[in-house]
C-alpha cells in the first residue's frame, strides 16, 4: 500500500505563509511524480503544483510567485511552501502521487488533505 500523508496546513492572515508536507510511504519515493491540488467548497479540484521525478515543476498561473514546490527524497517528502497567501487560496490541499507509463498506471494515491484557511 502506498501511503499518502499531508500536514501542515492550518489558519493564517493574508499575506502569511505556510508549509505543506507530503509524506510518502511504500514506493520508491524518487521515481514518483506529485502534485498538489486544492478544492474549495463549491469548487472542482484543481492542480496547484506538481513536481516530476526528474525535478521540472509547474504551477496554477493563480500561485505562480508565491507558491514553491520541492522534493527531498531522502525524506521521501514533498513540500509547498506557500507565501503570500490570500482568502482565496482557502481550500483543502491534496497530494497527488503518480507513476505511470503509456499503457500502465503504477501509482494514482491521494492523501485525505490538510486544510488551509486565509483569513482577510
Known amino acids: 500500500q502506498v501511503q499518502v500523508v499531508e500536514s501542515g496546513g492550518g489558519l493564517v492572515q493574508a499575506g502569511g505563509s505556510l508549509r505543506l508536507s507530503c509524506a510518502v510511504s511504500g514506493s520508491i519515493f524518487s521515481r514518483n511524480d506529485i502534485s498538489w491540488y486544492r478544492q474549495a467548497p463549491g469548487n472542482e479540484r484543481e492542480l496547484v503544483a506538481g513536481?516530476?521525478?526528474?525535478?521540472?515543476?509547474n504551477y496554477a498561473d493563480s500561485v505562480k510567485g508565491r507558491f514553491i514546490i520541492s522534493r527531498d527524497n531522502a525524506e521521501n517528502t514533498v513540500y509547498l511552501q506557500m507565501s503570500m497567501l490570500k482568502p482565496e487560496d482557502t481550500a483543502v490541499y491534496y497530494c497527488?502521487?503518480?507513476?505511470?507509463?503509456?499503457?500502465?498506471?503504477?501509482?494514482?494515491?491521494w492523501g485525505q488533505g490538510t486544510q488551509v484557511t486565509v483569513s482577510s
Open positions: 513536481i516530476t521525478s526528474g525535478g521540472s515543476t
Open positions: 497527488n502521487v503518480f507513476r505511470g507509463g503509456r499503457n500502465l498506471v503504477v501509482i494514482n494515491a
